[in-house]
């Protein structure tokens, strides 16, 4: 077998190759085994019949060879048993399998037909390959066929303020083998599917065994008015195996007509000032070409509003008009398409421009099914009268506030409108011209350009606008007047031109021309400190112009260490009020000022002078229209940070636990420091200190002990450490502890504070000496005793070195067990300044004979304590 140019076997092959390899072969006997295809791959049809030929090799034998399935008869073939007779004179035999067609959906099948030889002699065997395969492909439709199981079109309405599902339901019939996936997808319209339905295309997966999926199709609001809509959902493509039912392979879904629309036919009614009634005509279910469009079978409604000004430009209701309708809802029933609104126009004999009203559908209140579409809001003017070619004049609204033009911000100006009041026919046209209001000679178009032009009005052109280019130069510039003038002598079209005719306006200040106050560099804000003075020394800057005197308001506050918070300051510490002011003259670009700090004030460490800007004004000059300079910049507030040297001393201990001495042994006295620390080093500061004895044997402490019990120390400009120096001595004297109290007095100038919490220490001096004492037996009581039962022994305890306090001192006999002797144990009680007590021990009579007449006994001291005086 070239198994390299076959490629790979399969794994039968591989079974009988290895099985035949491994098998002892035997010379002269006969072997039977499957000649040529063992494995097959068929189709369930009720013609395919798999040929199997069994060959004998080896010596002639008459055999009887068996084929038989292996496992559980399925029923997928007629026969599942076949035999052959090969006579001796013969070498193989053919038998056939038939496949079963039935209506079954199966997926694909594999079987193995063993075969086995029927009563064969001992040198007859079976050989390989001995098994075949045959795999019938699935069939019947195993894996299903899919199809919608509904009504071929089914119609629904789009819904209202929210989004609607339409449950499709699909079924696989025949087989539910295997995952399937069927691909859907939206046709149809007129409009594109996606604004109506979602998805319009997507993937629906039958898992194994499923054979009715529902999927849920979203009909969306779109608010579009829109007649009825027919979509055809299609299944496209199957995979997994299954196939498309073509015959219900697509659903209709048709959405019915909807968003009926509600609106205007116009937005504008132009009419003249004369007794009549206006007739605002408003539709409903109507596209722009008048054909209809959207649901028209239900009610709609819809409520609108009158809406009028307080100019002269604007139409009174009442006095220039009238409403006519009897409330303000209109009301369409089912399949009428038209409404009506009705103003009577009121004449009167009063010359007026043209006056204009609003009436407005209100979406709010629209009810049914409808949508408020454009134009929706109708602008009613009334013709003006006694003038029908037009009166020109600059639009009154430019009188109400003064025109002014910011350089900085603004290139192009078209907010200068001339107004034609009365009639509106034919063309009409006026020259205007440009001028400075101010004695400067330099020409306009240096600042704003033109200079000078004509204004054109159209037939029916009521506003027109004189529009401006600002030139934007970097040369700081004091306000600008300019003078617009219509000239009415250059009118055509027979127009008039009428008051105002002339307009004043501003170019206001640019480029800061009075200066953008900011703080100088930061390294020019600063505390100052030397022995004789100390300030706040702050530098300013006036940048962009220098025109004119500016007074500038500011404030400097003083802070303590902790948050930056102007609630927090502290008043005193300056020389001056918190609110400062200070001038720049003109031309001026840097103003220094030093704000003196009192020689008393308290600088603490950590604590920041705030100094923040509040107002800038103009002195010497008086603009003709409000300036946008003088202003400040960005950083309106600094904080200066007092730092250690600059601070003045806040002096204290580093710790306000107590200090454990030790009564000198080895020298007659030992001097320890004490540290002491200052937060804040500018100026010498002498501190004044005192030792005290406090505690319940205070009165034993003296100068013997520990000294001095007072002095000062000197911390020196620029010094924030020193040490208070006190010098402990030794003596022979038996001593309980002894507590001392340092305390810091004062200091000799008013900027050096001390520090709270931190202006005492306890100094404790451990007893010494033994001032307990020192116990032992008297050297006449310390035996040997020799005693017989019934006799007493007393044994006497004294007290050397201190007996300054009372002292307990527990006692036993030893072995512990003995029972030998009446207070075997017990506590001595030494009383202060007491020396001596006696023990008596007396023995037991118990009867008891002793081992050679005797018995070891000893005291012993097991505890002693201290319980005061």
């Known amino acids: 077998l070239d198994i390299e140019s076959k490629g790979m076997p399969s794994a039968s092959l591989l079974v009988n190759l290895l099985s035949a390899l491994f098998m002892p072969f035997v010379f002269g006997d006969t072997e039977v085994r499957f000649a040529g295809q063992t494995e097959f791959v068929v189709n369930e049809t009720s013609t395919t019949v798999i040929r199997l030929v069994i060959e004998r090799i080896g010596e002639p034998a008459n055999v009887i060879a068996i084929v038989s399935l292996y496992g559980e ?251 006519l309708q009897l409330n303000t809802t209109i009301v369409f029933p089912p399949f009428v398409h038209e409404s009506h609104l009705k103003f009577q126009i009121i004449d009167d004999a009063i010359p007026e421009i043209a006056e204009s009203f609003h009436v407005v559908l209100l979406k709010d209140s629209l009810w049914g099914d409808a949508v408020l579409l454009g134009p929706s809001i109708v602008q009613v003017t009334i013709k003006p009268n006694d003038k029908p070619y037009g009166v020109l004049s600059f639009n009154s609204i430019l009188f109400e506030r003064m025109v002014i033009i910011d350089e900085d911000t603004v290139s192009r100006f078209e907010e200068i409108t001339v107004v034609r009041n009365g009639g509106t026919h034919g063309n009409v046209s006026v020259n205007w011209v440009l001028t400075r209001n101010s004695s400067d000679p330099s020409p306009v178009t240096a600042d704003i350009r033109p200079s000078s032009g004509v204004l054109h009005f159209a037939q029916g052109q009521m506003v027109a606008s004189i529009p401006f280019t600002v030139v934007n130069d970097d040369l700081p510039e004091e306000a600008e007047a300019y003078l617009l003038q219509i000239q009415p002598r250059t009118i055509r079209g027979g127009a008039e ?81 918190r609110r400062n002011s200070l001038t720049f003259p003109e031309q001026k670009t840097q103003v220094t000022t030093k704000l003196p700090i009192r020689n008393d004030a308290f600088l603490q460490n950590g604590a920041h002078f705030l100094v923040q800007l509040e107002n800038v004004e103009l002195v010497t000059i008086i603009p003709p229209i409000p300036p946008i300079s003088p202003r400040f910049g960005k950083i309106r507030n600094i904080s200066l940070l007092v730092t250690p040297d600059i601070a003045n001393g806040e002096i204290g201990f580093i710790s306000n636990r107590p200090i454990i001495l030790h009564e000198p042994e080895d020298s007659p006295a030992e001097v320890i420091h004490i540290p002491l620390h200052r937060d804040g080093t500018d100026g010498q500061a002498t501190v004044y200190w005192s030792l005290k004895p406090s505690g319940f044997n205070s009165e034993a402490v003296t100068l013997d002990d520990i000294g001095p019990f007072n002095g000062s120390v000197v911390f020196l400009s620029g010094q924030s450490d020193t040490t208070i120096n006190i010098t402990v001595k030794a003596d022979d004297i038996p001593e309980m502890n002894e507590t001392i109290t340092l305390s810091l007095d004062r200091v000799n100038v008013e900027n050096q504070v001390l520090k709270s919490g931190y202006t005492s220490r306890d100094l404790i001096i451990l007893e010494n000496d033994d001032p307990g004492g020192v116990f032992e037996f008297s050297p006449a009581s310390r035996g040997p005793y020799v005693i017989n039962e019934g006799e007493s022994v007393e044994l006497h305890i004294i007290r050397s070195r201190g007996a300054l306090v009372k002292q307990f001192l527990q006692y036993r006999v030893e072995p512990r067990d003995s029972n030998e002797f009446y207070g075997n144990m017990g506590v001595l009680e030494f009383k202060p300044e007491e020396r001596e007590i006696v023990i008596t021990l007396l023995t037991r009579l118990d009867g008891i004979p002793e081992i050679n007449g005797t018995k070891h006994s000893s005291i012993m001291f097991t505890h002693q304590c201290i319980c005061g005086f």
């Open 497 to 577: 031109v009428s008051e105002p005719a002339e307009l004043l306006f501003y170019i206001q200040d640019s480029d800061d021309v009075y200066g953008l106050i900011t703080f100088f560099p930061m390294e020019n804000q600063k505390i100052e400190s030397s022995p004789g003075e100390r300030f706040l020394s702050l530098s300013f800057l006036r940048q962009g112009g220098t025109k004119g005197d500016v007074r500038m308001l500011y404030s400097a506050l003083y802070i303590p260490a902790g948050p930056v918070d102007t609630l927090r300051a502290k008043d005193g510490i300056l020389n001056i009020s």
């Open 73 to 323: 008869d399925t029923r997928d073939f007629f026969d599942t048993y076949a035999a052959a007779f090969i006579p001796a004179g013969e070498t193989n035999r053919t038998v056939y399998i038939a496949v079963c067609d039935d209506d079954l959906p199966e997926p694909d099948e594999t079987f193995i037909f063993h075969l086995t030889l029927q009563n064969p002699s001992a040198k007859v065997k079976l050989g390989w390959p001995r098994t075949v395969t045959i795999t019938i492909l699935s069939n019947d439709n195993a894996f299903g066929i899919i199809s919608f199981n509904m009504l071929s079109s089914i119609t629904v309405s789009e819904p209202r303020g929210r989004n609607e599902s339409v449950p499709l339901t699909l079924i696989r019939e025949k087989g539910t083998y295997g995952t399937v996936t069927v691909c859907f997808e939206v046709e149809g319209g007129p409009n594109p599917p996606e604004e109506d339905l979602s998805p319009v295309k997507g993937n629906i997966t039958f898992p194994p065994g499923r054979a009715t999926i529902i999927y849920n199709l979203t009909v969306l609001d779109d608010e579009i008015p829109e007649n009825d809509e027919m979509f055809l959902i299609q299944l496209k493509s199957v995979e997994g195996g299954a196939e498309i039912n073509t015959s219900m392979s697509s659903v209709e879904i048709i959405i019915k007509k909807n968003d009926s629309p509600v609106r205007f036919t116009q937005s504008v009614f132009l009419v003249p000032e004369e007794d009549h009634i206006l007739i605002i005509p408003v539709l409903r279910g109507k596209d722009d070409s008048g054909n209809l469009i959207g649901s028209d079978e239900y009610e709609v409604s819809i409520s609108y509003a009158v809406i009028t000004g307080n100019s002269t430009a604007h139409a009174q209701q009442n006095v220039d008009f009238i409403d």
